[in-house]
């Protein structure tokens, strides 16, 4: 194929067709098909609900909006948000995206550190499905605020607040895995050379600042037990994704370096299972250990009550199913493709249950129990419960599945530019 | 000024005046779950008996209040006296304040776009001289009487200062300052408070009130 050489890195010459029209951006077109469809539902919803105040009742007398807004107030389903359960599937899936991004991100840093040849070689795509995914992370966020505000950010900061600290950190982030990816990909070798350490070391001070900031943003909020009383909570989020992180590595090796790299290949499968193995027998004991300091009241609510089921699904998919399909092909003594896919499938699914289950069950146990006599109900014909669980609504569902569209669109075009799946020596 | 709101809760009737008055004074918007203030309820069976309390609550304008350090752009403010209010223009939406807050007190405002919460009236009625909140003016059984701390000649401190009370998940640390009053029927405080709560007297609050402002006042602003 044609090239260009821009500073160094070469450009593959593709015509428009080649790189939106292909089998693996139709994919991606049908995801983003239902994020448009949950833009578009969450768009109406919030800048163009129906709704009033006493004042509208007061001064429009006789106005079909204010009678529809009001019969909405009555029947409709409330708006945005519930007061009891403000972070939603926006936040799982921003926390599973960003953080399994970050991990794959992190974890291949590391490997260059610890000389894993194998990793080296493939660390270019890697790291470029790793940004995808925080591409990914971030679409979702982005939907989940009020961007039309967004330039208060600046204006009036709060630089102590977790939530303001993601703005700096993402300006930074992204810019610099970028220019990780570009010294991969370059053939200046000498500047590669002279700076590969610095920017490996700084590439994990900025990964072990990201996972810090994250647990701030939770930590911070004081009143929300299962969150504050996570024993070192980040480097729970740090374990945690990089279990998350083999699970996608594993997919994506089958996808991008079965063909590649042949008789290495079997090389990668197993340093990416000693690396699961490692990080399931570290996330389960983390958390067999961590529930020993959870606040009980959130714990009773996860463990036994209402969150009882997703959590073991999440144990089983997460820790027990991989790491039996893990043992059974180190008895075997050889890579058995349909255990290995089946782990990866395994641990993807039960890590986003388990940002499900951080998340909702950090809203779970409620906060209307100020009297310390129990749940209370605001009206008369609520039903009591001892948790709080709110079902997603469509559009934040659809948004979901747009952003896995978002990172495969990401993810392609970047590679159809600039090659970054092809194995390199360095 | 220090304002703070005392609530003898054993008289609610649960008649929701309060919850109405508020819609009204302060253009909250219309909807069950869209309300700044309520009237929460419990419901138990004692013997076969059924025992239903009333709660009726609101933003507790806690001196140390979470939601404030976790707003990133400085929308969740201290204004004059203490209140903890919400600049709506500048709030983003990322509800980081409505998981800060011990008491589950703000809703989003789905006509402004943004979070919003009880001001004690003070946009409305104390900035223009008023006393009371509409809470206070409209409730039939004169549940809350509204005040300011620093008056410690004043109603609300002379009251506190012949009750005891207590405050919600004094555990949490934030000081809130609604304040409520131990009822005087035994068998109605036995049934309505946790095991838990601490009963406090003036003398034993007013030390973290001191120490919790000390800390915050330096926040406060008089934007109105």
Known sequence: MEKFNIAGIEINKVSFFGLFFNKTMLLAYVLLAFGIFGIYEIILERYFLLTANAFDAGLHQGSRDVALAMREAIFGPGGEVKRESPWTLYIVNYMYMIYTGSGIIFLVTLAELANLEILKKTAAGFLTLGLAMVFGGLFTIMFDLNMLNMQWMLITPNIGSGMWLMLPLYLIYIPFVMFE?????????????????????????????????????????????????????????????????????????????????????????????????????????????????????????????????????????????????????????????????????????????????????????????????????????????????????????CIVIGSFGVVIAAYKILDSLFSVSKVREH | MNFAMALDYQSCINCKACEVACKEENGVQLGADKQRIWVGQTEKSIFGNPFVNYYPSQCNHCIDAPCVDVCPTQASYFNDGGLVIVDKDKCILCKGCMEACPYDARYVDDKYVAVDKCTFCYDTRISQGEVTTACQATCPTKVRLFGDLDDEEGDLVQLLKKRKFFVLKETEGTVPKLFYLFPEDQHFAINSIGEDTTIHTWDSFKPLIDEATSKRSKQWKNLI
Do not use: C
């Open chain 1, 181 to 397: 990816i570009y010294l991969l990909l370059t053939d200046n070798k000498e500047l590669v050379k002279k700076i590969a350490f610095v920017i490996l070391f700084i590439g994990i001070g900025i990964d072990i600042a990201e996972y810090y900031i994250q647990a701030k943003l939770f930590d911070m909020n004081t009143a929300r037990h299962l969150w504050t009383t996570y024993p070192i909570l980040p480097l729970y989020f740090i374990l945690s994704s990089f279990l998350a992180a083999t699970g996608v590595m594993i997919l994506y090796s089958y996808i991008a370096y079965k063909d590649q790299l042949k008789s290495d290949f079997e090389l990668l499968l197993k340093t990416l299972r000693r690396l699961a193995l490692i990080f399931i027998i570290l996330v389960a004991s983390y958390e067999a250990v961590a529930f020993l300091f959870i606040d009980k009241k959130w714990a009773t609510v996860i463990l036994f009550e209402g969150f009882a089921y997703q959590f073991y699904l999440y144990a089983l998919f997460s820790i027990a199913l991989p790491f039996l399909f893990m043992i059974l092909q180190l008895i075997q003594r050889k890579i058995n493709t349909a255990f290995m896919l089946l782990a990866s499938l395994s641990i993807i699914i039960g890590s986003f249950m388990e940002r499900y289950i951080f998340v909702y069950g950090g809203n779970a146990y409620p906060m209307s129990d100020r009297f310390g006599t129990g749940f209370q109900k605001y009206s008369e014909y609520d039903v009591i419960s001892s948790f709080i669980h709110i079902t997603p609504p469509v559009s934040e569902i």
